[in-house]
């Protein structure tokens, strides 16, 4: 479903309120709205998704994850975090010529 090329971004109006005692993430999307709990993976692929390319979230995910995770670990829940979040509405992907592409606003 998510694009392999193009930046990630977070959909506008997003409210992300981390629940860290629960290590959980509630987020609200409002169009629909919606509410969702995300596990630490989701929402660390989230709070990543401030314009990095596929490649740079992967590198990041790996730079916070650390040893604790294998690189085929770290690929495999950075694509579930971003089909999931993509599938939602929460975020989107803007392509080489910047236009954002996923399902906003459903």
């Given at each position: 479903m998510s694009s392999r090329t193009g930046?990630?971004?977070r959909s506008p109006g997003l409210r992300i309120r981390p629940v860290a005692e629960l290590q959980t993430c509630?987020?609200?999307r409002p169009h629909p709205?919606?509410?969702?709990?995300?596990n630490?993976?989701?929402?660390?692929?989230?709070?990543?998704?401030e314009?990095?390319?596929?490649?740079?979230?992967?590198?990041?995910?790996?730079?916070?994850?650390?040893?604790?995770?294998?690189?085929?670990?770290v690929a495999?829940?950075?694509e579930q975090g971003l089909d999931l979040l993509m599938r939602?509405?929460?975020?989107?992907?803007?392509?080489?010529?910047g236009a954002a592409r996923g399902r906003s606003g459903t």
């Open positions: 930046c990630f971004s509630l987020v609200y709205p919606k509410l969702f709990r995300l630490g993976s989701a929402w660390l692929v989230l709070e990543l998704c314009g990095l390319d596929r490649a740079q979230l992967m590198a990041a995910y790996r730079g916070v994850a650390g040893n604790h995770v294998s690189a085929a670990d495999g829940q950075v939602e509405g929460m975020i989107a992907v803007s392509g080489p010529d």
